[in-house]
């Protein structure tokens, strides 16, 4: 029996990254479906559709970089957001408005990394003819245009979300869902 071979930093680094993406999809796809036609509804189904091609987009880098897709992480990231769902948020039966402030935390979060995996491969693609220096400077951008619309979108459901928490009993505050924030 030989050794087994030891996995190269940048699969580890790009499955990683697939693993966040599958979950970040999921969440996106879920957010998306938790607010029916709100406001901003149609904008978290653009954001869903975007964090899925940019998803898929990371996969064919990955063929094209020989780099194996371990598709059991891929099924441990969407696990994983669903486990995120059983997350304490002060009700049992309904949606808590502190769900979608913690949503749209966990999308900030895997927005600003899905960046910063397209930036650490552009540090690359110069020297790597099977990175495409344009797609991911694309990429790139969209990423951070993704985490501005998060960050806009986290302001105002914090304002709402936190400060309804302190509303007294009987005022109103606090009640609904993202749907009237977003």
């Known amino acids: ?12 680094y790009l499955n ?6 599958f979950g970040g999809a999921a969440l996106a796809r879920r957010m998306a479906g938790a607010h029916g036609d709100t406001r901003r509804s149609a904008e978290l189904r653009s954001l ?4 899925e091609e940019d998803r898929d987009a990371l996969v064919r880098t990955m063929h094209r970089l020989g780099v194996p897709v371990r598709h059991y ?12 769902r059983l997350k304490p948020n002060g ?3 309904h949606r808590a408005p502190l769900s979608d402030l913690i949503e749209l935390e966990a999308m900030r979060t895997g927005v600003e990394g899905k960046a910063a995996l397209w930036q650490a491969l552009r540090a690359i693609a110069d020297h790597d003819p099977r990175l495409d220096p344009g797609e991911l400077d694309r990429l790139t951008r969209r990423a951070l245009d993704q985490a501005r619309t998060l960050k806009d979108w986290h302001r105002s459901v914090s304002a709402e ?4 928490a302190g509303a007294p009993a009987g ?3 606090g009640r609904g869902t ?3 924030r977003l």
């Not at 992480?73 to 995120?84: D, F, H, P």
């Open 1 to 12: 029996m030989s050794p087994q071979k030891p996995a190269q930093p940048l699969s580890i």
């Open 16 to 21: 990683d990254h697939l693993t966040g993406a």
């Open 48 to 51: 869903a559709r975007e964090v």
């Open 73 to 84: 992480r891929t099924w441990l990231g969407v696990a994983a957001e669903r486990i995120g």
């Open 91 to 93: 009700t049992l039966i």
């Open 161 to 164: 979300v936190l400060s309804a």
């Open 171 to 173: 005022s109103g505050a």
């Open 178 to 180: 993202v749907g009237s």
